[in-house]
């Protein structure tokens, strides 16, 4: 199918430059402009946090062959706003379609010293450098704000490299915002194992020159501070656009905005899941990778919906951590195996039915997980409990 029309995709992370490939592979011929923030090509950002800094041929670009793919690639140059055109930091472009895709950013503490953060190619490049051996004589002491899956896998490499590492985290435990408290707390003897100094339940004041100052007067002396506290979607050049806002841009089931022939994806929007009965935003690489496919049918003609299981995996301390689903309005939390062992899952029922499962090396419990998820099929608790038992034959009859 192919439609005529000037397509212009703001953003170029791999959410708009997975628009681009998509809507080219389905047979649009008509003119594509992607518009991209950062000075550099589209990359993935999972291995940022993950083997890149441990690797230093790793490559994380997406080999973009703009030529082939006939795209007007602009490179650092920043939507600033949106009316009848796109609005840039360089000048304007009308559009037929227009596919919002600027992703997010990270939120900073107040304080006047120096903060990093792990969310650019560059960052990474800049904190791979400062963990390099041999660069200082004595261990690096890293400081890292929060002990999400980012804090998490920085501080997984900063003491495979042999820095000094303290995570300080507010909350009760790591991980707590994103799995709940009583889950997170199980991967904590994790840093202890690594030597990270954790400390949770502990509130930053400001970072400062040397280091943080903690709520009620205590420090955290740091050659570096790393904040990895979260991100918001990166939408404040859309106000005045009369787009509806809902934690990010608020989409419909075919990642429709309010606004006709508008389209959103990745990290800055927000998406009504069918499955779930509720609106998401979901920060994960499988979001990006997948809606695209949905708005270029969309942008064709169609009218096809996203409704997926979200997915999501992480690499820390030596564990290989994978969630599926979407655990929000769950009524129980069940463990298969012994979360002090190796191995283990935790999966969470509502209704009967499996809609979320964490697994810690135990990538047959999470591809068995997201298909059960999908099928909605009521479960029998007492055997999913039972890590002997296949989670595919837990179903009730």
């Given at each position: 199918m192919t439609e005529s029309g000037r397509v212009v995709v703001a953003g170029?992370?791999?959410?708009?430059?997975?628009?681009?490939?998509?809507?080219?592979?389905?047979?649009?011929?008509?003119?594509?402009?992607?518009?991209?923030?950062?000075?550099?090509?589209?990359y993935d950002r999972p291995p940022l946090s993950k083997k890149f800094l441990a690797e230093p041929g790793?490559?994380?670009?997406?080999?973009?062959?703009?030529?082939?793919?006939?795209?007007?690639?602009?490179?650092?140059?920043a939507a600033?706003?949106?009316?009848?055109?796109?609005?840039?930091?360089r000048g304007a472009y009308p559009f037929d379609h227009l596919v919002l895709a600027t992703g997010a950013v990270p939120v900073a503490l107040p304080g006047d010293g120096r903060q990093r953060f792990l969310r650019t190619y560059d960052d990474a490049l800049a904190l791979r450098?400062?963990?390099?051996?041999?660069?200082?004589?004595?261990?690096?002491?890293?400081?890292?704000v929060g002990a999400g899956w980012i804090g998490a896998e920085l501080a997984t490499a900063a003491a495979a490299h042999g820095s000094e590492v303290t995570v300080v985290e507010a909350g009760p435990a790591p991980l707590a915002a994103a799995i709940g408290a009583q889950l997170g707390a199980q991967t904590a003897r994790w840093y202890a194992a690594a030597g990270v100094d954790l400390r949770v339940a502990t509130a930053v004041e400001a970072v400062?020159?040397?280091?943080?100052?903690?709520?009620g007067g205590a420090r955290v002396e740091?050659?570096?501070?790393?904040?990895?506290?979260?991100?918001?979607?990166?939408?404040?050049?859309?106000?005045?656009?009369?787009?509806?806002?809902?934690?990010?841009?608020?989409?419909?089931?075919?990642?429709?905005?309010?606004?006709?022939?508008?389209?959103?994806?990745?990290?800055?929007?927000?998406?009504?899941?069918r499955r779930f009965g509720r609106r998401l935003r979901v920060e994960h690489w499988d979001v990006a990778l997948h809606q695209p496919e949905v708005i270029a049918a969309n942008v064709l003609g169609g009218d096809e919906v996203y409704d997926p299981v979200p997915y999501f995996w992480s690499e820390q301390f030596?564990?290989?951590?994978?969630?599926?689903?979407?655990h929000g309005g769950a009524e129980s939390l069940l463990w298969r195996g012994d979360p002090a062992g190796p191995t283990w899952s935790a999966c969470w029922l509502a209704a009967g039915r499996l809609v979320a499962i964490l697994t810690v090396d135990r990538p047959r419990d999470m591809l068995q997980g997201r298909r059960l998820i999908a099928s909605a099929a009521p479960v029998d608790a007492s055997r999913l409990t039972d890590p002997a038992i296949p989670v595919k034959e837990t179903v009730l009859a």
């Amino acid at each position: 199918m192919t439609e005529s029309g000037r397509v212009v995709v703001a953003g170029a992370g791999l959410a708009g430059f997975r628009t681009v490939e998509e809507l080219r592979e389905r047979g649009f011929a008509g003119p594509i402009t992607l518009v991209g923030a950062e000075p550099r090509p589209p990359y993935d950002r999972p291995p940022l946090s993950k083997k890149f800094l441990a690797e230093p041929g790793l490559d994380p670009s997406l080999k973009a062959d703009f030529a082939a793919l006939e795209v007007d690639f602009r490179p650092d140059e920043a939507a600033t706003g949106l009316g009848d055109e796109l609005i840039t930091s360089r000048g304007a472009y009308p559009f037929d379609h227009l596919v919002l895709a600027t992703g997010a950013v990270p939120v900073a503490l107040p304080g006047d010293g120096r903060q990093r953060f792990l969310r650019t190619y560059d960052d990474a490049l800049a904190l791979r450098d400062l963990l390099r051996p041999g660069q200082r004589r004595k261990p690096l002491r890293l400081a890292i704000v929060g002990a999400g899956w980012i804090g998490a896998e920085l501080a997984t490499a900063a003491a495979a490299h042999g820095s000094e590492v303290t995570v300080v985290e507010a909350g009760p435990a790591p991980l707590a915002a994103a799995i709940g408290a009583q889950l997170g707390a199980q991967t904590a003897r994790w840093y202890a194992a690594a030597g990270v100094d954790l400390r949770v339940a502990t509130a930053v004041e400001a970072v400062r020159p040397g280091g943080l100052d903690l709520a009620g007067g205590a420090r955290v002396e740091a050659d570096e501070v790393v904040t990895a506290v979260g991100v918001r979607p990166a939408i404040g050049w859309l106000e005045g656009s009369g787009l509806r806002i809902e934690n990010g841009v608020a989409v419909d089931a075919g990642l429709r905005t309010s606004r006709p022939r508008v389209f959103a994806a990745g990290d800055c929007a927000s998406f009504e899941s069918r499955r779930f009965g509720r609106r998401l935003r979901v920060e994960h690489w499988d979001v990006a990778l997948h809606q695209p496919e949905v708005i270029a049918a969309n942008v064709l003609g169609g009218d096809e919906v996203y409704d997926p299981v979200p997915y999501f995996w992480s690499e820390q301390f030596g564990r290989m951590v994978q969630y599926v689903g979407h655990h929000g309005g769950a009524e129980s939390l069940l463990w298969r195996g012994d979360p002090a062992g190796p191995t283990w899952s935790a999966c969470w029922l509502a209704a009967g039915r499996l809609v979320a499962i964490l697994t810690v090396d135990r990538p047959r419990d999470m591809l068995q997980g997201r298909r059960l998820i999908a099928s909605a099929a009521p479960v029998d608790a007492s055997r999913l409990t039972d890590p002997a038992i296949p989670v595919k034959e837990t179903v009730l009859a």
